[in-house]
């Protein structure tokens, strides 16, 4: 015959596992309980038929409300309003009222440009980091405080170059932005480039690269080399080269992102 259990085993064992707390003074079968049918009742109303996917809105000043369209409805709008921009203000303007992208929602500032316009030679990047959305200044973090060494380099500061993104507003996580978001933002970033016209556009990093213009290859094969940025008249030159995020990871690049740089300054020097 086996022995009793032990009562204070057997609620230390209880507390252990949480049931620390009496409900009742009476023991319930639940499974008891989940055997028994429901009692009857009058039948449950049905929900409610599901509202209509809202569409597009035009807000004050005509602008279209687009968080709530299709990404192609999106562009379509931006194209719109970046081509009515007539100067940079403007479009810093435009940007700051257009819903077609939802990263503005979750991002804390609008990050549009640093430096000079007039300078004659335009950076571009992919999307704010951290100390970017906080401080509404692109390249002013980790990576920004090397492109600062890398103009330096070649006898330039922020005061002589310009510098943007294709995406001014700050992917959740530092992820990379979508096809969706670069797609959104590409007119403005296009109507940007044509309202600066600088002598040398250069591109840091994939996204900025192949987004501009139009290459599916990798940046390793892109960098280096000097491929026309044809959406303006006459084309721009532009140098595709290493962001400098990737060159903190990968510090060995930066001999490569070193012979971009001078090649850069060579062409800014040339007459014309």
């Known amino acids: 015959m086996s022995e009793p259990p032990n009562l204070s085993d057997l609620l230390a064992f209880y507390v252990d596992a949480g049931a620390d707390e009496a409900i009742g003074d009476d023991p319930v079968d639940r499974y008891a309980a989940a055997r028994t049918p429901p009692p009857e009742g009058p039948p449950m109303p049905s929900p409610p038929p599901a509202p209509a996917a809202p569409k597009a809105r035009i807000g004050a000043g005509g602008q279209t409300d687009l968080a709530l369209g299709s990404p192609g409805a999106a562009a379509e709008s931006a194209r719109e309003i970046a081509a009515g921009c007539r100067n940079l203000d403007e479009l810093r303007a435009a940007l700051a009222a257009f819903e077609g992208c939802a990263l503005r929602e979750t991002a804390m500032n609008l990050v549009f440009a640093d430096g000079n316009p007039e300078a004659g030679l335009m950076l571009v990047g992919e999307a704010p980091g951290v100390e970017e959305d906080r401080q509404g200044l692109p390249f002013v973090g980790a990576s920004g405080r090397l492109l600062d060494r890398m103009l330096a380099a070649i006898g330039r500061d922020r005061t002589a170059a310009y510098i943007t993104n ?23 970033i296009e109507r940007h480039i044509e309202l600066v016209r600088p002598k ?4 840091l990093g994939a996204t900025a690269a192949g987004t501009l213009l139009g290459r599916s290859e990798g940046i390793t094969r892109l960098r280096g080399r000097w491929i026309d940025y044809t959406r303006t008249d006459p084309p721009i030159a532009a140098m595709p ?3 400098p995020a990737y060159l903190l990871r990968q510090p060995g690049q930066k001999r490569d992102a070193w012979r971009d740089f001078l090649t850069i300054k060579r062409a800014l020097a040339e007459p014309g």
């Open 166 to 188: 294709i995406v001014p507003w700050r992917p959740p996580g530092n992820r990379n932005p979508s096809a969706e978001e670069t797609t959104a933002c590409l007119p403005f």
């Open 200 to 203: 040398v556009l250069v591109l």
């Open 241 to 243: 080269t290493y962001h």
